[in-house]
Nanobody, 115 residues
Framework: QVQLVESGGGLVQPGGSLRLSCAASGNIFSIYAMGWYRQVSGNQRELVAKITNRGTTDYADSVKGRFTISKDNTWNTRYLQMNNLKPEDTAVYFC?????????WGQGTQVTVSS
């Protein structure tokens, strides 16, 4: 099993920045990719960013050039640096981890971009 704990959400003005963190514990050596989805109430979850264990990254077109996903050297924690935030980035952000055969989810953190 893998457990994910997220932190770093909050309220920010348009143009501001936030950094999300996702700390993994448990069977972390089974993880081959991690990232974030986001969800606006009533809508489907949208992939925001992903990073593989080799460091390969992928982003939604809507966040390219503004968001950066990274990992620490211990392989336990992933970060999502979000710059130049826009009101349309407002959502609940869910960290996820891919292991063979399944996906694990974090508890979600609210990001609100508003003046």
């Amino acid at each position: 099993q893998v457990q994910l704990v997220e932190s770093g959400g909050g309220l920010v003005q348009p143009g501001g920045s936030l950094r999300l963190s996702c700390a993994a514990s448990g069977n972390i050596f089974s993880i081959y990719a991690m990232g974030w989805y986001r969800q606006v109430s009533g809508n489907q979850r949208e992939l925001v960013a992903k990073i593989t264990n080799r460091g390969t990254t992928d982003y939604a077109d809507s966040v390219k050039g503004r968001f950066t996903i990274s990992k620490d050297n211990t392989w336990n924690t992933r970060y999502l640096q979000m710059n130049n935030l826009k009101p349309e980035d407002t959502a609940v952000y869910f960290c996820y981890a891919l292991v063979p055969g399944t996906i694990h989810w974090g508890q979600g953190t609210q990001v609100t971009v508003s003046s």
